[in-house]
């Protein structure tokens, strides 16, 4: 078996580039696709509330206007009809705030729904999960599902939404500003110079500046926080790899290495914030200041007309609030720059990973697989499972075994020998589809029904009947054709237990292991079945037995074992020695 456990984004070789795919062609799909119809309809709605909103804004600007004309003039007769207008402003924006969120979770959640089948579908499908963990092409495939994904729908969702909503904002209120405040004028060297909407030039100056600043401080922030990403992906991983393999690791009183190793990755999270801290606390004084400022700039800059008597304090305050409106507009940027920050951390993973789907699909379903040539693996009307030339590679191209012309006619058994690496399991992945390395041609039974059983059979969590029918869902056999599967394969005990749910690879010794796979493959009666070590956990008795069942109930699956014990031999009338970078024997 392959040697895996540094940590995988140690062992990434994946390109660094992720340009190839856009993050337009990350966005655009679900907008196009059979959901379009809701999709449009929700986001439809959403806008039209924050246009309504916006409206509101505009009024509630002009009742500021009136609200402090009459406490400046000390007007009671006006007064409570203003707070009489405020409740219904306030109650209409309630209702609109509560209605907006919820329909943006909704619309956020379904994109992330569909996003998901799309990514699953593209990396279970095809085999590219296989293949990503084989060739080590991206970290985490896991992260990037579960956690990029939802960033993905509901950050581009809500950034957008407010982007849209700032601009017509900014356009709205960018005309009050102008009207209200109206014109400056200046001496500029004796002759008069008058600044047509001038309110608005010193918030659009104020606010460019201060996002200006923020740019220029804040860039490094980008892949600062996609390394963050990462490295709280692989701690995560290293303690789920500590949960899997609690009981070897206790055994081998593993227990202060895998603390070590679990600090030296934590180090990793730590001087990765250190530098997240340093850029923020950069950004926040910069935020602070100029949020801090914004208090009081716009009347520092409307007071020359105010104390001229152009403005009365109604009017002041409604500058003021417009001029905060325009100004908080044009620091969407600044505002949203953490968050755009981490949206682009979020896209460019997952462009990456993208692009890393695509290439193994493409790479090996269409492409020859190596430099080398590559195994071609063929489909044809025939029984007989044949190899024509056939030699295996390590994926740098190194040869690692010539196994030539072999037939393996249905019905028959052959026991595949030769020392530990010399690549038998290797020969088996390639009669799976699954090892490209190499040259030569499988040709494989179109239709026929091939199963693999290796040393550790894969048991899902769930039902013990959900396990034994695995890859088939639980309810494509009766129980009784299950009890009886594991009665054969001498686990009674386990019979009368097939809806009991477990973490079954936990519970049952790897002998019990074993025969669950052999009950398995008594169910599942296959055409093909392939044996990596499945037996060597048995007594030679029960391995024995075992092979004594696959002859009485399937006499017509061709059989190929991977084993070591000699006593195999017996069950098998033909041997292929596989030895490495040598001369194949077929006996
Ligand atoms: N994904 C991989 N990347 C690089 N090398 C690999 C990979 N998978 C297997 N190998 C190498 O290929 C060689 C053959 O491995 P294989 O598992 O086929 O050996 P084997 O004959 O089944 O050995 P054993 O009897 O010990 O199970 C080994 O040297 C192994 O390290």
Same mark, same amino acid.
């Given at each position: 078996?392959?040697?895996?456990?540094?940590?995988?984004?140690?062992?990434?070789?994946?390109?660094?580039?992720?340009?190839?795919?856009?993050?337009?062609?990350?966005?655009?799909?679900?907008?196009?696709?059979?959901?379009?119809?809701?999709?449009?309809?929700?986001?439809?709605?959403?806008?039209?509330?924050?246009?309504v909103t916006v409206r509101i804004t505009v009024f509630l600007n002009s009742w500021s206007a009136q609200f402090y004309n009459a406490l400046q003039t000390k007007d009671v007769r006006d007064f409570p009809h203003l707070m009489i207008v405020f409740s219904g402003i306030v109650a209409a924006l309630i209702v609109l705030f509560v209605y907006r969120r919820y329909l943006s979770q909704m619309l956020g959640f379904r994109w992330r729904q569909w996003l998901t089948d799309q990514f699953l579908r593209e990396w279970l499908g095809e085999r590219a999960f296989y293949r990503i963990e084989r060739d080590r092409l991206a970290d985490n495939p896991d992260q990037r599902i579960s956690d990029d994904l939802q960033s993905l729908a509901t950050t581009t969702l809500s950034l957008s939404l407010d982007l849209l909503s700032t601009v017509v904002t900014l356009v709205t209120f960018i005309f009050i500003l102008w009207t209200l405040a109206g014109a400056l004028t200046v001496t500029l060297g004796g002759k008069p110079l008058v600044v047509p909407g001038y309110m608005v030039w010193a918030a659009a100056l104020y606010a460019l500046g201060g996002?200006?600043?923020?740019?220029?401080?804040?860039?490094?922030?980008?892949?600062?926080?996609?390394?963050?990403?990462?490295?709280?992906?692989?701690?995560?991983?290293?303690?789920?790899?500590v949960r899997e393999n609690a009981e070897q690791i206790a055994f081998y009183d593993g227990m202060r290495t895998e603390e070590n190793n679990a600090k030296t990755i934590f180090a990793r999270i730590r001087d990765n914030?250190?530098?997240?801290?340093?850029?923020?606390k950069r950004l926040s004084f910069v935020l602070s200041f100029y949020s801090n400022i914004a208090f009081i700039f716009p009347i520092a800059v409307a007071a020359p007309k105010y104390f001229a008597g152009a403005y009365t304090m109604g009017v002041?305050?409604?500058?003021?609030?417009?001029?905060?409106?325009?100004?908080?507009?044009?620091?969407?940027?600044?505002?949203?720059?953490?968050?755009?920050?981490?949206?682009?951390?979020?896209?460019?993973?997952?462009?990456?990973?993208?692009?890393v789907i695509h290439t193994t699909h493409l790479k090996e379903s269409v492409l020859p697989a190596t430099e080398h040539g590559g195994i071609n693996l063929h489909f044809v009307d025939a029984?007989?499972?044949?190899?024509?030339?056939?030699?295996?590679?390590?994926?740098?191209?190194?040869?690692?075994?010539?196994?030539g012309d072999v037939a393996i006619e249905p019905g028959s058994r052959w026991l595949v020998r030769?020392?530990?690496?010399?690549?038998?399991? =290797? &020969?088996?992945? /390639?009669? @799976?589809?699954?090892? !490209?390395?190499?040259?030569?041609?499988?040709? *494989?039974?179109?239709? +026929?029904?091939?199963?693999?059983?290796?040393?550790?059979?894969?048991?899902?969590?769930? =039902? &013990?009947?959900? /396990?034994? @029918?695995?890859?088939? !869902?639980?309810?494509?056999?009766?129980?009784? *054709?299950?009890?009886? +599967?594991?009665?054969t394969c001498r686990l009674e005990d386990y019979a009368a237990r097939l809806a009991e749910s477990a973490h079954w690879t936990r519970v049952l010794s790897p002998g019990?292991?074993?025969?669950?796979? *052999?009950?398995?493959?008594?169910?599942?009666k296959p055409d093909f079945l392939f044996l990596d070590e499945a037996t060597s956990a048995l007594d030679a008795e029960n391995e024995a037995r075992i092979y004594r069942l696959f002859d009485e109930h399937l006499p017509k699956t061709a059989i190929v074992s991977v084993a070591h014990r000699e006593a195999l031999a017996a069950f098998h009338p033909h041997t292929l020695e596989v030895e490495r970078s040598g001369e194949r024997a077929v006996a």
């Open positions: 078996m392959p040697p895996s456990t540094a940590p995988l984004s140690l062992r990434s070789h994946a390109p660094r580039d992720p340009h190839s795919v856009s993050a337009w062609s990350l966005i655009k799909p679900y907008w196009v696709s059979k959901e379009w119809r809701i999709a449009w309809t929700l986001l439809i709605a959403i806008i039209a509330m924050d246009l996002s200006f600043v923020m740019q220029k401080l804040g860039h490094p922030l980008v892949s600062i926080n996609y390394q963050q990403q990462r490295v709280e992906a692989d701690f995560r991983f290293g303690l789920i790899r914030w250190w530098r997240i801290m340093k850029y923020t002041l305050m409604q500058v003021r609030s417009a001029f905060s409106t325009v100004s908080d507009s044009f620091s969407w940027f600044i505002n949203s720059y953490g968050t755009l920050v981490e949206w682009r951390a979020t896209v460019n993973r997952l462009r990456e990973f993208k692009r029984p007989t499972l044949t190899t024509r030339g056939l030699k295996l590679a390590l994926p740098n191209g190194t040869p690692l075994t010539t196994i030769g020392a530990s690496g010399a690549g038998k399991s =290797t &020969l088996l992945r /390639a009669f @799976a589809g699954l090892w !490209p390395f190499g040259d030569g041609a499988i040709d *494989a039974p179109v239709d +026929a029904h091939m199963m693999f059983v290796p040393q550790q059979s894969y048991l899902p969590i769930g =039902t &013990l009947k959900a /396990a034994l @029918a695995y890859p088939a !869902p639980a309810d494509a056999y009766d129980d009784e *054709a299950c009890r009886e +599967a594991l009665r019990e292991q074993q025969r669950l796979a *052999a009950a398995r493959v008594l169910l599942h």
